[in-house]
């Protein structure tokens, strides 16, 4: 089993719509979790930590399900803007928890 | 202020030679470390560095791999007798605290590693 498992889309979405991303993890030791953003060709840029609790930035809502080991990543009003790839990141494996354990990313379009 | 930078942007190598890729983190930042990305896979942790110890070396692939710090700054990985499956995005990335999990890392630009 993959450790962060992604759905690799596309997803192609028109502008104004709500988009959802899933993402589950396989190490119940990890801590840490978050939703990073990669343009093409770019660096991976941190989009928002992810809380139990879950958490809302603008946009933007992520929630966290550790029983069920299950991140998610709610983009509403989708703007052209927002056209990149997701990636799901959680810390671990190991004693490590310093280590990010990257998944594959899901690449969202949002069209005109 | 400025952030994460690396060098060269681009490296095209051929088989067999050695490569040396160079980080320079944000200033301050005592947490260092290197990942690696293929083309259609995820990023791959490499190593990590604590100021100029590196406790964790688990994720360099072969002995080929090596890397160092100096002065609790600039970071070179070293990638000898290069082979085609190193070919890659190499990534550096920096954290202000030492280990901390919820520390945010800051990534460079990356170099981009193409093995003839």
């Known amino acids: 089993r993959k450790e962060v498992e992604q759905d690799p889309g596309p997803f192609n979405v028109p502008e104004g719509a709500t988009v959802a991303f899933n993402c589950t993890y396989s190490?119940?030791?990890?801590?840490?979790f978050f939703w990073y953003r990669q343009d093409c060709r770019k660096e991976p840029k941190l989009l928002m930590s992810?809380?139990?609790s879950g958490n809302e930035d603008g946009r933007f809502t992520a929630q966290l399900n550790r029983a069920s080991q299950y991140i998610s990543l709610l983009i509403r009003d989708s703007k052209l803007s927002d056209s990149a790839t997701y990636l799901c990141?959680?810390?671990?494996?190991?004693?490590?928890?310093?280590?990010?354990?990257f998944g594959k990313g899901t690449k969202l379009s949002v069209i005109p | 202020g400025a952030g994460v930078s690396q060098s060269p942007s681009n490296k095209v190598t051929e088989k067999g030679k050695d490569v040396e890729l160079r980080c320079d983190p944000i200033?301050?930042?005592?947490?260092l470390y290197w990942y690696r990305q293929s083309l259609g896979q995820g990023l791959e942790f490499l190593i990590y560095?604590?100021?100029?110890?590196?406790?964790?070396k688990s994720g360099l692939p072969s002995d080929r791999f090596s890397a160092e710090r100096t002065g609790g700054s600039v970071s070179t990985l070293t990638i000898q007798r290069t082979q085609q499956e190193d070919s890659a995005v190499y990534l550096c990335?920096?954290?202000?605290?030492?280990?901390?999990?919820?520390?945010?890392?800051?990534f460079g630009p990356g170099t981009r590693l193409t093995v003839l």
């Open positions: 990335a920096s954290s202000p605290r030492q280990g901390d999990q919820t520390d945010t890392q800051y």
């Open positions: 190490n119940s030791a990890s801590q840490s």
């Open positions: 992810v809380y139990s």
């Open positions: 990141v959680v810390t671990g494996p190991g004693a490590g928890s310093y280590q990010l354990t």
């Open positions: 200033s301050g930042h005592t947490a």
């Open positions: 560095f604590q100021g100029n110890s590196a406790p964790d």
